[in-house]
């Protein structure tokens, strides 16, 4: 059983930079595919950035890319997402989300959870 806790949200300017970090019990969390997800208010959740389980191979949504980095720390055993140039539509709770596989993973196969972070970008 993998338990995932998210931590490091906040209010931050537009312009403005933050990071997430996903603490991770139970399991080792390079043995799972993982992952950030986000959901605004009255919008579905998406997925923005993701990580493969060996190769390290990273993946970001249009709406992310250039401005977010998705990390794994093996040693930590704990992922991250550093947000950078955060634009008010970036405002909502972020989740971290583990899966078997990537495919899995970019398929919103989720295995585990966090709670989430809220993430508010204002000024």
């Known amino acids: 059983q993998l338990q995932l806790v998210e931590s490091g949200g906040g209010l931050v300017q537009p312009g403005g930079s933050l990071r997430l970090h996903c603490a991770a019990f139970?399991?080792?969390?390079?043995?799972?595919?993982t992952g950030w997800f986000r959901q605004a208010v009255g919008k579905d959740r998406e997925g923005i950035a993701y990580i493969s389980k060996s190769d390290n191979i990273t993946y970001y949504a249009d709406s992310v890319r250039g401005r977010f980095t998705i990390s794994r720390d093996n040693a930590k055993n704990t992922l991250s997402l550093q947000m950078n140039s955060l634009k008010a539509e970036d405002t909502a709770v972020y989740y971290c989300a583990a899966a078997a596989s990537l495919v899995d993973i970019v398929t919103s196969r989720i295995a585990y959870w966090g709670q989430g972070t809220q993430v508010t970008v204002s000024s």
């Open positions: 139970g399991s080792a969390l390079d043995t799972y595919a």
